[in-house]
């Protein structure tokens, strides 16, 4: 079993660049791996400030959306949303800084960044509209506690999501939160009179087009930021026009700790536990992909305990997000796509931006400041966010071969996620515990996808994802065990996505392998 994460034979005893083709970074003349290499304290700062850039406005969204629900449902207080905000960040500075660094068993050791997932989202509203918030914070924890036992022999279940059954849950989350985008835009937490007017249309519409101006006519390694940057320019907007309200910033803290259990002890509902596990399973897959790609990448190939000790980090990282009042975490994305374009490997990078991310968790007046953004702003962002989500999950159902099955798995599961999307309130005479779990759609298309493509999708063993890595594929992947070899081969649920590579003639492109539907 390999025990370390040490260079692979495929660099030169000299020193010189010869990592694998396709890899960034050189081995430096110490031999130390571009994942191991300091850069200097410069542009240290400039980088590790992108990675934070680019994750803030996923990070924020989810308590946005998960608390505005909760509000809504009468289960949550409105000013206590940026604590919400305050301890993801928190925790995701301190699962950042785990994945990059690791210690023992816990962390890949490889520069990626930590955050919420979306894919919990629609899950943890019908958990709380029905159980209240300590029932989400019970059902994560437990999920993490299992995503960490799991974590080893992850094979025997990653097989079992090829990109058919990725490609539709990850469709499945971007089109149920479309529904949150238009709540946002319409205003609906907002007081009658200003709810669905010219205006908020107007705000929205704003800052949609600086999202999409930023991301065409950005620099390449800013166009990650398109999002977080339309959020300002339409913020601005709306403070211009008298929408914005940030008159709780000067009430707020300056410093402080986010408290363990802050709403009360977490309650343990076993239908909770189970719809939330669920979701950790996917969760995992995503971070599994994520980290073969990264791996990829920087050239330094994951093995099966790169894997493994990655996974276990995924899952303290969800545990202490239950104990801190946060949500399941996961690899971010658009993170791993950062790595390549800035063509700098070192995960001291990544570890630097959790710092900044667990230093913006201690500042209370940085949460409320993102709960003073206007609605409609947060709404023309939630549009090309959540669009981008579902685009994502097209790219993976893209790679599929298709036939008429195939095609009756996927558009049933679509189907059965959007029905309360769709008609609200179409499970409300049900019994409360099956209504809480229909409720979700995204729970609903993940097992129905799962359950149709391992009954349906028979032919040429469709319903097993392929291999993506062999024992050729790595120096360092020698020496693993069956178990490790096996978790490693059954890993497919990364898509390959053309970007354009800095470094390259102008229209050039590189392939960067990305998945998950973080955007």
């Not at 930021?225 to 403070?239: C, D, E, F, K």
């Not at 992909?289 to 990655?310: C, H, P, S, W, Y």
């Not at 790219?395 to 996927?410: F, G, K, P």
Request: aromatic fraction near 6%.
């Amino acid at each position: 079993m390999t025990t370390d994460n040490t260079p692979t034979p495929e660099a030169s005893e000299t020193g010189d660049a010869t990592l694998p083709s396709g890899t960034i970074g050189a081995v430096a003349a110490d031999g130390t791996h571009p994942v191991d290499q300091r850069p200097p304290l410069f542009r240290t700062f400039i980088l590790r400030l992108q990675h934070v850039l680019a994750m803030y406005a996923g990070a924020i969204a989810v308590p946005l959306i998960v608390g505005g629900a909760l509000v809504a449902a009468g289960e949550f207080e409105a000013e206590h949303m940026h604590h919400l905000i305050v301890a993801d960040l928190f925790v995701a500075g301190i699962a950042s800084v785990i994945q990059s660094l690791g210690f023992w068993r816990f962390g890949s050791r490889l520069p990626l960044i930590q955050g919420v997932s979306f894919v919990s989202v629609a899950p943890m509203i019908a958990i709380g509209s029905e159980h209240g918030i300590t029932a989400i914070y019970g059902s994560v924890i437990a999920t993490g506690i299992v995503m960490m036992l799991v974590a080893p022999f992850f094979a025997k279940v990653v097989k079992y999501f090829p990109p058919l059954v990725i490609g539709t849950i990850i469709t499945v989350v971007g089109l149920s939160l479309l529904a949150v985008a238009a709540g946002w835009l319409f205003n609906q937490n907002g007081p009658e009179s200003e709810q669905g007017t010219v205006e908020n249309f107007l705000l929205a519409l704003a800052t949609l087009i600086a999202v999409v101006c930023i991301h065409r006519f950005a620099p390449l390694a800013w166009k990650s930021m398109a999002v977080l940057g339309g959020i300002v320019i339409g913020t601005v907007i709306g403070l211009a026009v008298g929408a914005s309200d940030f008159s709780a910033v000067g009430d707020a803290d300056w410093f402080g700790v986010p408290a363990p259990f802050q709403f009360g002890v977490p309650t343990f509902e076993i239908i909770s536990i189970l719809t939330m596990v669920l979701v950790g399973l996917v969760i995992m897959t995503e971070t599994a992909g994520d980290i073969v790609a990264v791996g990829d990448i920087t050239g330094r190939r994951a093995t099966g305990r790169t894997l493994a000790d990655g996974l276990r980090a995924d899952g303290l990282a969800t545990m202490l997000g239950g104990v801190f009042n946060t949500f399941p975490y996961s690899a971010f994305a658009q993170n791993v796509g950062l790595v390549s374009l800035s063509r700098v490997a070192s995960r001291y990078v990544v570890t630097a931006a959790g710092l900044i991310l667990i230093v913006l968790g201690l500042l209370p007046k940085v949460g409320e400041i993102a709960t003073g953004i206007p609605q409609p702003v947060l709404g023309g962002a939630g549009i090309a966010l959540f669009g981008m989500v579902v685009a994502s999950g097209i790219r993976t159902l893209y790679t599929v071969t298709w036939n008429e099955t195939r095609a009756l798995i996927v558009g049933v599961s679509i189907a059965l996620a959007m029905l309360p999307t769709a008609f609200e309130g179409i499970y409300a005479n049900l019994p409360t515990e099956l209504e809480m779990i229909l409720d979700s759609g995204i729970t609903v298309g993940a097992v129905a996808v799962i359950l149709l493509n391992l009954l349906l999708n028979r032919e040429g063993n469709g319903y097993l994802a392929e291999p993506v890595a062999t024992e050729a594929d790595s120096g360092a992947d020698s020496g693993r065990d069956a178990a490790e070899a096996e978790l490693v081969a059954g890993l497919d649920a990364v898509q390959t996505v053309e970007v354009e590579d800095v470094t390259a003639p102008e229209g050039a492109t590189a392939s960067v392998a990305v998945s998950g539907p973080r955007v």
